[in-house]
């Protein structure tokens, strides 16, 4: 016994011993509780979703199936696997342990009532188990996932993995043969899941370390989603040549691009123009927004999410642009940052146009300022075009600003306050 236990400790190997004295402990139930720990330990320490992911591509393509990772994923979770459509009718079954295959589609098939959505309850057909019902959203339709668990129950963290990839593998290799779910990657790189997203994109063999630009396109219509699926191969062309990575598609009701830097500012003009011109065909109130200089899941997580915050704001600060950029985004936010802190913060900011705004003669000087800074890129000819005046009429006013200011409105770093002062006014002013 001691130099059993002595040469289990040298080659770090587990032994388990029962204790002595105790005629009532059975070694099977010891050996069950025992697994039923290492399990728990396995699924808390590794990641399910990367583990299937990881077994499944790493197969020929002919047994990339959803039955394929269903199995792996029930001998990960040491559980019966059960996906069925919403109406509870069986698509794929896999038991746990292999040869109770019947026992369980006999048992389903007797059932009348299920768990609440995202709860469990008792199996009334495989003994001291549970059984969890998830529901499933892919991208064609819902579907329900069943698992049952025999011994001890799962965690939440567990469960999430295991309809994490389920989803995933639904998607992946669920669909026909030369479709692949793009936007798993995408999701992977917006929910800041990077393991996950390199595990991806070595299946859809993507340069992800090369995308360090997003591309944005939103539009407000019911039907954007269906849009700019449909739009989804014009778009590609509008990158027709691009020599750099690109990975599109619709996420979340927009067209999302994460493509590296274009080597020119002018290629980037032109492509988003281009890439514009073709949306607006379809959905006329489409925006873009570019952001620039992603280094990792982190930004590209921030920036989406700033856009999805901010993008109204800087719509109100820019009323008359169709694309906008990461930077607009960020002041914009910046700004609301700034009516959020209540009438100090706003009579701090606003200070910097009080000269302008309290001036007696019958003009909108303070209109004008705004038009010249946020429309106008500080062009008198862009002002008088945007104002419908004449360049002198706008020339006068310009300094007449200054003369009022003491100094340029285009002059830095007072450029710096008088700009935020014009778009914080302009937020004030849209109901």
Known sequence: HGGALALADELDFVLITMPEGEATLRYGEVINDVMDCI???????????????????????????????????????????????SSFHLLNLVAWPRGIEAEVAEGFKAMHTFPPPDGSAVCPFVPDSRIYRMSLGTDSEHMELLIIKAGLP??????????????????????????????????????????????????????????????????????????????????????????GSLIMDVYGGRLLIFTSTPSTQQEAERRSA????AVTGKLPDAVLCRCSGLQNTADVREAYLNFRESLAD???????????????????????????????????CLRAISPVQT???????????????????????????????????????????????????????????????????????EK
């Open 154 to 243: 799962f965690d939440a963290a567990t469960l999430s993995q295991v309809l994490d990839a389920t989803r995933i593998c639904i998607n992946i290799w669920g669909r026909r043969h030369g479709e692949i779910a793009i936007h798993e990657l995408i999701r992977a790189i917006l929910q800041d899941e990077p393991l996950k997203m390199r595990r991806l994109a070595e299946i859809f063999h993507v340069d992800v370390a090369s995308l360090h630009e997003m591309w944005i396109v939103q539009s407000g219509a019911e039907d954007a989603k269906d849009a700019f699926q449909a739009l989804l191969p014009t778009a590609r062309e509008c990158f027709a040549g691009f020599p």
């Open 274 to 277: 281009t890439l514009l011109e």
């Open 314 to 348: 800087a719509m109100r600060i820019y009323p008359i642009r169709r694309t906008y950029t990461s930077g607009d985004i960020r002041f914009a936010k910046d700004c609301r940052l700034v009516i959020q802190g209540g009438e100090a913060a706003i009579d701090t």
């Open 359 to 429: 001036d007696s003669e019958e003009l909108d000087l303070a209109a004008t300022l705004s038009t010249y800074l946020l429309d106008g890129a500080m062009s008198v000819t862009f002002t008088s075009e945007l104002l419908f005046i004449h360049k002198n009429t706008v020339k006068y006013r310009i300094q007449r600003i200054s003369n009022l200011l003491g100094y340029r409105p285009d002059k830095m770093p007072e450029l710096l306050e008088l700009y935020r002062a014009c778009a914080v006014r302009r937020l004030l002013s």
């Open 39 to 85: 399990y728990r330990d396995w699924a808390q320490s590794s990641s399910v979703v990367l583990d299937i992911l990881a077994g499944v591509s790493a197969l020929p393509k002919h047994l990339q199936t959803v039955n394929t990772a269903l199995r792996m994923l029930s001998d990960r979770i040491s559980a019966s696997v059960l996906l069925c459509d």
